[in-house]
Structures are given as C-alpha cells and as structure tokens.
C-alpha cells in the first residue's frame, strides 16, 4: 500500500514521458491522492526574523527541526505500507533520524509547458 502524505495529488507519467508536456495531451498512468486520514508530513520551523538584502527582498531566517521534529508526526512503519513525503522530510527522517525505510519521493519530475512541476516519471527511496 502507498499512502501520499504530502499535500498535492501524485501524478506518476511513464518513464518515456518527456521532461515537459501539454497537459491536455499526456495522462498520468496513476494518480495517488493525499490521504484524507494522514496530516501532510511537514519538519516543524521557528521562524527567527525577517531581513532584506539587495532591493528590499524579504528573507525569513528559519531554524529547521533538525532532531525529529515533524508538526504531524508520520505513523510508525507498517510492514507493506510506504508513505510518499516531501523530500525535505525523507532527508530528515532517513539520514539525519537514521530510522525511516519506508519514504518514498517523487523522482524525474515531469513539468507543464510553463515550467510548473505537475509530476514525476517515478518514485524514489531515499537509501
């Protein structure tokens, strides 16, 4: 079972789909929506202040939860059971956690004709 604990639909496009598409023209070959029943998976932040630098643009200096700390805690691993998480969270969870094998990312990304990321060819575990 793979349930997508992001907050967007997950369009996965053949591995021949080309990097980008006229949507009205290529379906995706599957669609896993976001579950209704899992909180999306998100790495808590502290937001530290706000500078700007070269004309006026805003910059957010955020500490990341680099120890664990996800807002909505992801349920504990199931045998047969992946989860598809923002690639932020797989990074925390696999590498820096050490304790997650079964995370799974969007991989290959497949954009719209105006550079919008609207899928991906695969999925990919973060090993």
Same mark, same amino acid.
């Given at each position: 079972?793979?349930?997508?604990?992001?907050?967007?639909?997950?369009?996965?496009?053949?591995?021949?789909?080309?990097?980008?598409?006229?949507? &009205?023209? %290529?379906?995706?070959?599957?669609?896993?929506? =976001?579950?209704?029943?899992?909180? $999306?998976?998100?790495?808590?932040?502290?937001?530290?202040?706000?500078q700007h630098i070269g004309e006026g643009i805003p910059v957010e200096y955020v500490e990341y &939860?680099? %120890?664990?700390?996800?807002i909505?805690?992801? =349920?504990?691993?199931?045998?047969? $059971?992946?989860?598809?998480v923002p690639l932020v969270v797989a990074i925390q969870q696999t590498y820096a956690m050490g304790r997650r094998s079964d995370l799974l990312v969007p991989y290959l990304e497949v954009r719209n004709l105006d550079g919008t990321v609207i899928g991906c060819k695969m999925l990919a575990r973060p090993v």
């Open positions: 079972m793979i349930i997508n604990v992001t907050p967007h639909p997950i369009r996965i496009y053949t591995g021949s789909t080309p990097d980008r598409i006229d949507a &009205a023209k %290529h379906e995706p070959t599957l669609v896993i929506e =976001p579950s209704s029943d899992i909180p $999306t998976a998100r790495i808590g932040t502290i937001e530290l202040g706000t &939860a680099a %120890h664990g700390g996800l909505n805690p992801l =349920p504990a691993a199931q045998d047969g $059971t992946w989860y598809v």
